[in-house]
């Protein structure tokens, strides 16, 4: 997916907006220009990174190798997240063969071979195909973090700044002040450069331990601030300047796309890492990256290619989603925003049977004229939902901020909205997120393949997701791990609670058993949040217990100032 940048001011930045995904060409022709907005917008540590090394040169090109089911039997109904076969594997690397990504999901492997290796591997017996990918090379170490827990800023900190116009316009501001901000939720991200996510916007995020991991699958360096920028719009909290829908959850970052070029192989990087995001517990994913035409000598899609079942990133997220992974995407840019560069269609993976695919419009409501827009090739409706995705606030270069434009930045819009409806009813599955979502948005009653169910309530699908919540509550009461802890000021324990329970009492003892802090809650069946005041109470290591009717629940809790 190939972007296009401006030059950013201080104070009123102009609108930034990704490039039409369809329309290459248009990148190429105008390259001086951009290398002069690059230029503008390249500080100390974002000076443009230099050429992709051509490895096609001087190593094999990378092919897929598609292997036959599992030998082992054990593997049964875990087949999909079962590793790939060790025998397998010792077969291909007694041939000298070296896999670069391993796919537990499709139960195959990249690796560069030449055309005698292509020869011997297409004879073994457990090869089903080899499929080419493209000229790659390396998948970076991890860079992780002890899974930790998630904070409960007081809404009267919001201080929601230029976030509140697009969020208003999504119906977004209320949950935020009755204190839904995805807390216990993890959001994952497919995106290109993160920047280590080190911009002010996500200061709480370092500080609070949320940050569980950021990994980069790509092979060459690269810099930029479209992950970081993505992100923010979901998880970013800057009180005054940017706060997003979901800015209490947790966070995994995967890089995956190489802006300076255009390669099939970004698939082959994909796979891998919404492959690690599921591993590594994600709950929903957003991916603000599609693909329809890559780099000249690769093959690209076709309209007849959007299917929901030909393109390889469609059929991973499809996968993901019947793992329980609720999936954000962004439609594209392939709209008609210039006579020239018009091609309509969604990209993949917005084509995907599972997806929730988000499109864009102005502040008017009205449609954003680069979104791209559907029918798939089978008939079905694309985009599902649209929110505002020109005059976007986003976090960018050197601490500042940017107003931005595109569908990469609708989705984590409505990825920030998805955790919180997470967070009210975690039981829901993909497919019942994205009914919600368009049951409640502004043209569920006249969908239609420009504007989908339409814009986004915010309010209604979060009302809807806590009624079904409250409609099947736990036959016991459930309690999950207190967050933040370690504490300072307050303590939330969120909680589940059966029928004909109403009230708990929450108590902080100390370990010779006195207790420091109580206070009962009334509480409805379904999902509640107890928050209790420790302000008073000395650092230290505590007990914390809930009373229910019939049932004690309870675990350590931590102050420290």
Same mark, same amino acid.
């Given at each position: 997916?190939?972007?296009?940048?401006?030059?950013?001011?201080?104070?009123?930045?102009?609108?930034?907006?990704?490039?039409?995904?369809?329309?290459?060409?248009?990148?190429?022709?105008?390259?001086?220009?951009?290398?002069?907005?690059?230029?503008?917008?390249?500080?100390?540590?974002?000076?443009?990174? #230099?050429?992709?090394?051509?490895?096609?040169?001087?190593?094999?090109?990378?092919?897929?190798?598609?292997?036959?089911?599992?030998?082992?039997?054990?593997?049964?109904?875990?087949?999909?997240?079962?590793?790939?076969? $060790?025998?397998?594997?010792?077969?291909?690397?007694?041939?000298?063969?070296?896999?670069?990504?391993?796919?537990?999901?499709?139960?195959?492997?990249?690796?560069?071979?030449?055309?005698?290796?292509?020869?011997?591997?297409?004879?073994?017996?457990?090869?089903?195909?080899?499929?080419?990918?493209?000229?790659?090379?390396?998948?970076?170490?991890?860079?992780?973090?002890?899974?930790?827990?998630?904070?409960?800023?007081?809404?009267?900190?919001?201080?929601?700044?230029?976030?509140?116009?697009?969020?208003?316009?999504? !119906?977004?501001?209320?949950?935020?002040?009755?204190?839904?901000?995805?807390?216990?939720?993890?959001?994952?991200?497919?995106?290109?450069?993160?920047?280590?996510?080190?911009?002010?916007?996500?200061?709480?995020?370092?500080?609070?331990?949320?940050?569980?991991?950021?990994?980069?699958?790509?092979?060459?360096?690269?810099?930029?601030?479209?992950?970081?920028?993505?992100?923010?719009?979901?998880?970013?909290?800057?009180?005054?300047?940017?706060?997003?829908?979901?800015?209490?959850?947790?966070?995994?970052?995967?890089?995956?796309?190489?802006?300076?070029?255009?390669?099939?192989?970004?698939?082959?990087?994909?796979?891998? %890492?919404?492959?690690?995001?599921?591993?590594?517990?994600?709950?929903?994913?957003?991916?603000?990256? %599609?693909?329809?035409?890559?780099?000249?000598?690769?093959?690209?899609?076709?309209?007849?290619?959007?299917?929901?079942?030909?393109?390889?990133?469609?059929?991973?997220?499809?996968?993901?989603?019947?793992?329980?992974?609720?999936?954000?995407?962004?439609?594209?840019?392939? #709209?008609?925003?210039?006579?020239?560069?018009?091609?309509?269609?969604? !990209? /993949?993976?917005?084509?995907?049977?599972?997806?929730?695919?988000?499109?864009?419009?102005?502040?008017?409501?009205?449609?954003?004229?680069?979104?791209?827009?559907?029918? /798939?090739?089978?008939?079905?409706?694309?985009?599902?939902?649209?929110?505002?995705?020109?005059?976007? /606030?986003?976090?960018?270069?050197?601490?500042?901020?940017?107003?931005?434009?595109?569908? $990469?930045?609708?989705?984590?819009?409505?990825?920030?909205?998805?955790?919180?409806?997470?967070?009210? !009813?975690?039981?829901?599955?993909?497919?019942?997120?994205?009914?919600?979502?368009?049951?409640?948005?502004?043209?569920?009653?006249?969908?239609?393949?420009?504007? %989908?169910?339409?814009?986004?309530?915010?309010?209604?699908?979060?009302?809807?997701?806590?009624?079904?919540?409250?409609?099947?509550?736990?036959?016991?009461?459930?309690?999950?791990?207190?967050?933040?802890?370690?504490?300072?000021?307050?303590?939330?324990?969120?909680?589940?609670?059966?029928?004909? /329970?109403?009230?708990?009492?929450?108590?902080?003892?100390?370990?010779?058993?006195?207790?420091?802090?109580?206070?009962?809650? $009334?509480?409805?069946?379904?999902?509640?949040?107890?928050?209790?005041?420790? $302000?008073?109470?000395?650092?230290?290591?505590?007990?914390?217990?809930?009373?229910?009717?019939?049932?004690?629940?309870?675990?350590?809790?931590?102050?420290?100032?």
């Amino acid at each position: 997916m190939r972007r296009a940048s401006g030059t950013i001011g201080d104070r009123t930045p102009p609108d930034l907006y990704d490039a039409p995904l369809r329309f290459r060409f248009c990148l190429r022709v105008c390259a001086g220009l951009l290398a002069l907005l690059l230029a503008g917008l390249s500080g100390p540590d974002g000076a443009r990174a #230099g050429p992709h090394p051509d490895t096609s040169r001087t190593a094999p090109d990378r092919y897929w190798i598609m292997l036959a089911e599992r030998p082992d039997p054990a593997a049964g109904p875990d087949r999909w997240t079962a590793p790939v076969s $060790s025998a397998y594997l010792a077969r291909l690397e007694a041939l000298g063969i070296e896999p670069v990504v391993r796919s537990r999901w499709f139960h195959a492997v990249s690796a560069p071979l030449s055309a005698a290796e292509r020869a011997r591997v297409r004879a073994l017996p457990f090869v089903r195909r080899v499929a080419p990918v493209a000229a790659g090379g390396t998948v970076a170490a991890d860079s992780a973090a002890p899974r930790p827990q998630a904070p409960s800023p007081p809404p009267a900190a919001l201080r929601l700044g230029a976030s509140q116009s697009h969020l208003a316009r999504m !119906n977004a501001v209320a949950p935020m002040v009755r204190g839904l901000d995805g807390r216990g939720v993890r959001v994952g991200f497919l995106d290109a450069s993160f920047r280590g996510l080190r911009h002010p916007a996500f200061a709480a995020l370092r500080r609070d331990g949320r940050l569980v991991a950021l990994r980069d699958f790509t092979d060459g360096t690269q810099r930029g601030n479209h992950g970081m920028g993505v992100a923010s719009v979901a998880v970013g909290r800057a009180p005054g300047s940017l706060v997003g829908p979901a800015h209490g959850a947790e966070v995994l970052g995967a890089t995956t796309e190489y802006t300076p070029s255009e390669r099939t192989v970004e698939e082959d990087y994909f796979v891998a %890492g919404l492959e690690w995001l599921h591993r590594r517990g994600a709950d929903v994913v957003n991916v603000s990256i %599609g693909y329809n035409t890559f780099d000249e000598g690769q093959d690209s899609y076709t309209v007849e290619d959007l299917d929901g079942d030909t393109g390889l990133t469609t059929r991973a997220v499809d996968r993901a989603a019947a793992l329980g992974v609720t999936v954000v995407v962004s439609a594209g840019n392939s #709209g008609c925003a210039t006579p020239d560069s018009c091609w309509y269609y969604v !990209n /993949t993976p917005a084509d995907a049977d599972s997806a929730i695919t988000v499109g864009a419009v102005r502040p008017d409501s009205s449609l954003a004229p680069f979104s791209s827009r559907g029918p /798939t090739a089978d008939g079905r409706r694309k985009p599902d939902v649209v929110v505002q995705g020109t005059g976007v /606030t986003a976090a960018w270069d050197d601490g500042r901020y940017a107003r931005v434009g595109g569908t $990469s930045f609708a989705s984590p819009q409505v990825t920030g909205v998805v955790a919180q409806m997470l967070q009210v !009813n975690p039981a829901l599955a993909p497919t019942e997120v994205r009914a919600l979502l368009r049951w409640t948005a502004s043209r569920a009653d006249h969908p239609d393949n420009r504007r %989908g169910w339409g814009v986004v309530d915010a309010e209604a699908a979060l009302r809807a997701a806590e009624r079904r919540a409250r409609a099947a509550p736990p036959a016991a009461l459930r309690a999950k791990t207190p967050a933040p802890n370690p504490a300072a000021d307050q303590v939330t324990v969120p909680v589940r609670v059966p029928q004909h /329970t109403a009230s708990v009492r929450l108590e902080l003892t100390s370990p010779l058993g006195r207790t420091v802090a109580a206070e009962r809650f $009334s509480v409805r069946p379904g999902p509640n949040w107890l928050t209790l005041d420790v $302000s008073s109470v000395p650092p230290g290591l505590y007990r914390y217990r809930i009373q229910g009717r019939r049932q004690l629940r309870g675990g350590s809790l931590a102050i420290d100032r």
